[in-house]
């Protein structure tokens, strides 16, 4: 279904002169709007749907229709979970409830929806000739764990009944009752698993005092619906009851002013313009879905961000060899950090287990993680019956031969530090980033003047592979990590050295010659190629191993891999695959093609067509954007690098290597505005926006040094803003 796209706002809008240069004010997203002019088709769905997404970064909501006149709400909350260290559909997120709107007599009518990007707002509107209809207009407040649901009539009056309902499950204990005009249900997992879950609802409507009513036209009915879990709160139905109860008209306006509000602020995080339409929607879009979903620091979302059953395709887990982090590789940058933070509680809760592992299976230090787990340190891939005498199973855990799960968890840890430097945090990862290089420290082998990786599958279940080239990346990544962290927080001072060893002698990016060309191979020795995923360029990105930095025959060798690879729409490696494009200077015309086709083949909600794997591809878009626009890795800022300089651009407050907050414009072919403001007193590296001309730092409004070269370089103070004048 094609993707209606509406846009109401001038795309660069610009302040008064500041010291002849003009600033990117703050703005509010543009007013994109998601339209639905037919049924959803997949809600309810065990992999991702089709359906409008609404939540707070803790309950998730999502609607359906059927055509006897059910309109069905989806309740889903990120901490309600069967929580028991099994495969085979035992563990994973379950639904919370349902919410059914049933019209009376209404038959088989239209349903069309729309939602705004801005604030969740959605309204949909089922209508029949013949029968009345009704407009409901939903949301999902950003501030407390209440659900709002306003019903008008449609021309006439419309017998309507609501019911509060759950799906059978003979593992779940549900209860349901109503007291005076509340309607409420719990539903709780208790037996036979590692730790109990229990969710409570509870529902009343305004002014109405029952389930069933006439509405008229003209009148409103509103549902207000509370949700709590024992993680949250005790007594979560005694807590969704009072919640419930103290509802009325006026707090609904309060509650939905603090709503925009909280939207409002996160939008300001940061802004960006681009000429492409469909490209700004897909921005905003991406960055909509994530807000919605990741917000719980205990509870991040499952790889669909919304449960619609009990039995979602593996597990609804964290997978831990890419669709777990993928989501949350655009937030850092976006200056989205409330929503990048949530990844890593899982990662830390499951150390003690991964410990096990890697005493037990590889008899190092540190940590060995299996492809799946959950919350609280459940692993929900043990015990899998399917695999259980084959070599993808070891020691009850599934592997599939992979020995990079964990060190895959260190990459939007390292994003976060890198983009924040934010010593607290550091602390708090610092256990897990020591475990997971002592695990390689004993891991890599030594011989011939280098370090080699034997039996690493490079694909799931690829078997005894020597050199993986993901993993090259990874490890690099992790090392540069650990010194960064080490002489930060002056902690294990004395292992550099053996961490500075290691880095120069880690055996090169295994390669192979394609059709002519030389081009990165998938391991030194096992698999070369493999023509339906992109694992052949993760070093490159999410692992950072290779950028504009790097010496020019790395480059020629990983743009003839992207030619030869051409991964732009793929199942599992379109989040990595614009992105590695980018970093080494693909032809950006042939990006933003892609990368437009790439934002039109979705759904109206913004999931990619066809593609099952949910909220991975959410940010693929924005990601792009953000480093088209402002690229920082290696420790050097490049403005509008990898953007055509032909078409006009903007942004605010891109959060980049180093804790710093950059804004700049292009117009003209002629970049503006620049702006950095330091948070951590760090140097700060930009490529010169301006070649052949001299550049005056203009330091909290007051001139200072000229710098010229093709990189400056300057010292910054935390909290400085710091403007770049061309002379």
Known sequence: ?????????????????????????????????????????????????DAPLMGNGDITMSLGY?????????????????????????????????????????????????????????????????????????????????IFIE??????????????????????????????????????????????????????????????????PGKKLIIAIAIESKFDHKKPLEYALNSVRKINKNTINR???????????????????????????????????????????????????WTTTDSPSWNGDYHLNYNFQAPFYALAAANRLQQTITQDQPLLDFMPRGAWYAKNITNTRGILYPVGIGPLGIETTRDFISYRNSNNFEKGGLFFGQRSNAVYGLINMAQYWRCTYDKKYGEK??????????????????????YVIYDDAIQEGTGKDKNPILSLGLIRNAINLAIDLSSTLKKDENRQAKWKDILPRLSDYPVQIRNGKKVFRYTEQGVAWWQNNGLGIQHIYPSNGINLNSNAQLLKIA?????????????????????????????SSVVMKELHKYALHTYPNGFQFNNPHGIENSCTVANALNEMLCMSVGDVIRLFSMYPRNQKAAFQSIRTWGAFLVSARLENEEVNGVK????????????????NHKVRLIRNGINAEVLEGNKLCFKTASGETIRLKPL
């Open 1 to 49: 279904m094609p993707v209606k796209i509406t846009l109401i706002i001038s795309l660069f809008l610009l302040s008064p002169v500041v010291r002849g240069q003009r600033e990117i004010v703050s703005i509010p997203p543009p007013k994109f709007k998601n339209i639905w002019n037919e049924p959803p088709r997949h809600i309810p769905n065990n992999v991702s749907i």
């Open 66 to 146: 059927n055509e006897d006149g059910r309109l069905r709400y989806y309740l889903s909350k990120n901490d309600f979970w069967r929580l028991q260290s099994k495969a085979d559909g035992l563990s994973g997120p379950r639904v919370v409830g349902f919410i059914d709107i049933q019209l009376d007599g209404f038959g088989k009518g239209k349903f069309s929806a729309e939602q705004l990007i801005r604030n969740g707002l959605t309204t949909c509107r089922l209508t029949n000739k013949n029968a009345p209809g009704i407009e409901a207009q939903s949301w999902v407040s950003a501030t407390e764990n209440l």
């Open 151 to 216: 019903l008008k009539a449609i021309n006439k009056a419309s017998d309507i009944s609501i019911n509060l309902t759950a799906p059978e499950n003979k593992r779940a204990i549900l209860k349901e009752g109503h007291q005076k005009e509340t309607y409420w249900l719990s539903r709780a997992f208790v037996e036979r698993v590692d730790i109990p879950t229990e969710v409570a609802v509870a529902l009343k409507s305004i002014p109405y005092k029952s389930n069933k009513m006439v509405l008229q």
């Open 255 to 305: 509650l939905f002013q603090q709503h925009n509000k909280w939207w409002d602020n996160y939008w300001n995080k940061s802004c960006l313009t681009v000429e492409d339409t469909v490209l700004m929607k897909a921005y905003y879009q991406g960055l909509y879905t994530m807000a919605a979903c990741s917000r719980d620091q205990q509870f991040p979302p499952g790889i669909f961000g």
């Open 429 to 450: 990862i610092y256990p897990y980033v020591m475990a997971v290089v002592n695990f390689w420290e004993d891991y890599l082998k030594f011989e011939n003047g280098r």
């Open 559 to 587: 743009r003839n891999t992207i030619d030869e690879m051409q991964r732009w729409q793929d199942l599992n490696t379109s989040n990595s695959f614009f992105m590695a494009a980018i970093r080494v200077g693909y032809d």
């Open 676 to 691: 950095i403001i330091s948070e951590k007193e760090r140097p700060c590296t930009i490529a010169n926006p301006w070649k």
